[in-house]
């Protein structure tokens, strides 16, 4: 029998509206030093399962068949007190999202001693010790001072270090390990995947792996199981499945893969998965599109840059004090420039506190600058004090964030999310026509107008990150800034929105900042590429030529850490000659 053994497993969740079968009769074994990555998109059941045998499945699921086995000895019909004694020192569990994940009002010191002392009978300078180990392997600077330190202080990617640092500090036999890497840049990814590697087959331990990134797949896993509404549609070793997979709903999900080795014109419609259907042509839609067009001038796209960053820094004090040399401050961003043409899209890389995200916020006036400047279309944003030029400013720059969901107020219909900006600027001279332009958009991004009454919750991931897209276009901006817009999606879903983002790039000539930690994604979508390290711009270069000829040391470096998916299979792709 194997380390882990899933035997037939069903899983149900009743509601008032009938029963959803989430699992129906899925068979998975884990052995001994082996990972097993699980796959699918939203809704397949990946996480119910990793939930599931862990003891975590919330009501109203509950199992109605099948067995589960560790070692040996059956487990899914133990007792609760039984259960703990199981979960974390034998199993360990890395979720998906860190922030609830950790206990906010305590430290991680406190987090880390707490579940060592409870299963491994350690003292608290033992434990101590050894939570200073577990931040250091994970790639935590300064373990010592971080172990004081409370969650909200982590950026995600170091949360998620320290997620999986408490999953693996018991030694557990068995590790779930949902979605562990989303959040993490290529390097720290590297990293963490090598970690994962490494105490797999040193401590024999065994790991399910579930993540919708095809890249963490063909790296890390030894075998691999496609699961689709509940069920198991395909399973076998790593190398054969990706490279030459037989059931289509498999074929579907590798072409949708963003690839590093080649560039794509356009990524594949994965109908299989979703019946992904053209925006139908509409009065509201021609509406919406000439509305929006009145906006953009195409006559200097190209020539001009629209954006220029000029030395541009960005200071946080992390310790105040009247005394200036006891203060402890950080530099987030340290004398950057570049410059973003009219119609161009310019992807921002570099791992967890780069200072990307600083820079995004920084040009979109979230954050005020510590030096340097903004200029945006001619004019000096950071130096104006004019209402008026800063109003239409605003209105000429959106972003996008990575969390679709928060980035939504729950409590507003479509209609009012998409149309607030719309009414803020008087933009339309009556609320039938902010009507009929909030449902063109809607059209724009493939939702149609039965979307304007519902609330965010009824939408899925993708169908969010499509409203805040909506709601960007709003404004009729020439700028826009996505900052990591699909690092949260299913591969399906998230081929919908990078191709939905081509699409309005070239019709509406919108000018792009992509920031991302996925190079796959930066490669498809994006003419220059700038590279980042601790707060400092390293290289700016022409995309194809930095991903075949980087100039820095830490370029080549980067791209060296990239997950090899030259053998994923190319059936339907249209490869940009």
Same mark, same amino acid.
């Given at each position: ?11 149900? @969740? ?46 109203? /699921?509950?199992?109605?068949?099948? =067995? ?40 991680? =010191? ?205 200071? @946080? ?47 979109? /006036? ?95 991931? /993708? ?66 590429? /700038? ?15 930095? @991903? ?30």
């Amino acid at each position: 029998m194997a380390l882990l053994d899933i035997k037939n497993l069903h899983i149900e @969740f009743a509601s008032r509206r009938g029963t959803l079968k989430a699992i129906q009769d899925v068979t998975l074994a884990v052995e001994k030093g082996e990972i097993l990555g699980v796959v699918g998109e939203s809704g397949a059941g990946k996480s119910t399962i990793g939930n599931a045998v862990i003891g975590l499945l919330e009501y109203p /699921g509950r199992v109605t068949g099948g =067995e589960v086995f560790l070692n040996e000895e059956r487990i899914d019909n133990l007792p609760r007190p039984a259960f703990r004694r199981v979960r974390g020192r034998r199993i360990g569990m890395i979720f998906q999202d860190p922030l609830t994940s950790l206990d906010p009002l305590q430290t991680i =010191e406190s987090q880390l001693t707490e579940t060592m002392q409870v299963h491994l009978h350690l003292t608290h300078d033992e434990a101590r010790r050894r939570a200073v180990q577990l931040l250091e392997s994970v790639g935590i600077d300064q373990p010592e001072l971080r172990l004081r330190q409370y969650p909200h202080q982590f950026s995600g990617g170091m949360r998620q270090r320290v997620v999986i640092a408490l999953a693996l500090c018991c030694e557990p036999e068995v590790i779930i390990a949902d979605e562990p890497t989303t959040a993490l840049d290529v390097s720290i990814q590297a990293q963490i995947l090598e970690l994962l590697r490494n105490l797999c087959k040193e401590k024999q331990m065994g790991m399910i792996l579930i993540t919708h990134d095809m890249g963490v797949i063909a790296e890390i896993t030894d075998r691999v199981a496609v699961l689709y509404r509940g069920k198991l549609v395909e399973e076998g070793p790593t190398r054969q499945v990706l490279g030459a997979p037989s059931h289509r709903y498999t074929k579907s999900l590798i072409s949708a893969v963003p690839r590093s080795d080649i560039k794509l014109r356009r990524f594949p419609m994965v109908t299989y998965i979703e019946d992904v259907a053209e925006a139908a042509v509409t009065d509201d839609l021609d509406a919406a599109k000439a509305w929006m067009n009145q906006q953009y001038n195409y006559e200097h796209a190209g020539e001009k840059p629209l954006v220029e960053v000029r030395d541009l820094g960005m200071r @946080f004090v992390l310790k105040g004090s009247l005394i200036k040399k006891h203060r402890i401050v950080l530099d987030a961003v340290r004398n950057v420039s570049f410059s973003i043409k009219e119609g161009e899209v310019f992807g921002l890389v570099g791992e967890s506190g780069s200072g990307k995200s600083t820079i995004a916020r920084l040009i979109s /006036g979230l954050y005020q600058a510590s030096s340097g400047s903004v200029i945006f279309d001619g004019v000096d944003v950071t130096r104006s004090s004019d209402k008026a030029v800063l109003s239409n400013f605003r209105k000429q720059i959106q972003m996008v964030f990575q969390d679709p969901f928060s980035s939504l107020n729950p409590r507003m219909r479509i209609l009012d999310i998409v149309a607030e900006p719309i009414r803020f600027h008087k933009l339309a001279s009556t609320e039938a026509e902010t009507r009929r332009i909030v449902s063109g958009l809607l059209d724009y991004v493939g939702l149609g107008k039965q979307a304007l009454s519902r609330f965010p919750h009824e939408f899925s991931g /993708g169908q969010r990150q499509r409203i805040c897209i909506a709601r960007a276009l709003a404004t009729r901006p020439r700028f826009l800034i996505c900052d990591e817009p699909t690092s949260a999606l299913d591969v399906s879903i998230q081929a919908q929105i990078l191709n939905l983002l081509k699409d309005l790039q070239e019709s509406l000539g919108l000018t792009i900042l992509f920031i991302s930690h996925d190079l796959p994604v930066i490669r498809q979508m994006c003419d220059r590429v /700038g590279v980042m390290r601790h707060g400092e711009l390293l290289e700016v270069a022409d995309t194809e030529t930095l @991903f075949q000829a980087p100039r820095h040391e830490y370029s080549r470096h980067l791209l060296s850490l990239m997950p090899t998916l030259d053998y994923l299979s190319r059936e339907g792709l249209e490869v940009e000659a």
